[in-house]
């Protein structure tokens, strides 16, 4: 049985960090690409970031770029997202997906090619 288990969110001040991570288990992560996404209320799930197996390419939201570093750690078959000089519209459900890839320096941009979904962590930004 796959599980992705997010954890770290929280309610922080706007400037503030945290870092995200997800727990994968049931499945071989040097198989699997991941992403983070999120969704906001009232609005639709978008992709943050994503990296690829060997963690060499990385994706970003352009309107996170310098704000937000995703990695892995495959000795703990763990990803994480680093999130860094919140904004209060950085509030949302903050998800984990994985994608299983076929190469290890890709990853995919897309919502439907990932196979399986954290259930999502909570995170608000206040002002």
């Known amino acids: 049985q796959v599980q992705l288990v997010e954890s770290g969110g929280g309610l922080v001040q706007a400037g503030g960090s945290l870092r995200l991570s997800c727990a994968a288990s049931?499945?071989?992560?040097?198989?699997?690409?991941m992403g983070w996404f999120r969704q906001a209320p009232g609005k639709e799930r978008e992709l943050v970031a994503a990296t690829s197996i060997n963690g060499r390419n990385t994706y970003y939201a352009d309107s996170l770029k310098g704000r937000f570093t995703i990695s892995r750690d495959s000795a703990k078959n763990t990803v994480y997202l680093q999130m860094n000089s919140l904004k209060p519209e950085d509030t949302a459900v903050y998800y984990c997906?994985?994608?299983?890839?076929?190469?290890?320096?890709?990853?995919?941009?897309?919502?439907?090619?990932?196979?399986?979904w954290g259930q999502g962590t909570q995170v608000t930004v206040s002002s």
């Open positions: 997906a994985a994608d299983l890839q076929s190469y290890s320096n890709t990853y995919s941009a897309r919502q439907h090619d990932y196979d399986y």
């Open positions: 049931g499945l071989t992560f040097s198989n699997y690409a």
